[in-house]
């Protein structure tokens, strides 16, 4: 199922080939690649980046709703600045995880709690009673990023990834008020 979901700034659509040098950007970024979970080299060149949004777009119409890979666009002047994706979380395949990524030069704009928030709507709306996130201990701002989403701290734990992480949770209830 193909989604768009559009806020005020931005545009969350499925990511094309074409998504590669602004992708690369993001993907491609010691700062972002260092934090990912699971763990994902970082993409070193326009052609790799191709070959991976190809294998996001060819796996994306054969995953159950809500799971995916969507980009996150700038509309003012359709410049792709992050990612978003729901995926289910090893190692029981039970719960879903909510994961974000931005470019560095989009950093401090509220792009990610704009699409991140928009995205927990959209799912919310698709039979989902709760979705996860992980960090890293150390990444402050992924920890950050989820408290600004309403995101409640479930605790600290070793299951996901084989890393130690901390656990956010958020369910319907948890929602900030639509503004």
Do not use: C
């Amino acid at each position: 199922m193909a989604i768009t979901l559009t806020t005020d700034r931005l545009l969350i659509r499925e990511w094309t080939v074409d998504d590669a040098e602004d992708a690369l950007a993001i993907y491609g970024s010691a700062d972002v690649a260092h934090w990912l979970t699971p763990v994902m080299e970082r993409v070193t060149d326009a052609a790799a980046m191709r070959s991976v949004l190809h294998a996001w777009q060819e796996s994306q119409p054969n995953l159950p709703v809500p799971r995916g890979r969507w980009a996150v666009q700038r509309r003012d002047d359709g410049t792709v600045v992050g990612g978003l994706g729901i995926r289910l979380l090893p190692p029981y395949q039970d719960d879903l995880e909510i994961n974000w990524q931005l470019a560095p030069g989009a950093w401090g704009q509220g792009y990610a709690t704009e699409a991140g928030l928009a995205l927990i709507r959209w799912a919310f709306t698709q039979d989902v009673e709760e979705l996860f996130a992980v960090a890293r201990p150390k990444n402050v701002r992924a920890i950050a990023m989820a408290k600004r989403l309403g995101m409640q701290w479930v605790g600290e734990t070793t299951k996901y990834y084989d890393l130690n992480l901390q656990v956010y949770r958020i369910r319907p209830s948890d929602l900030p008020e639509e503004r």
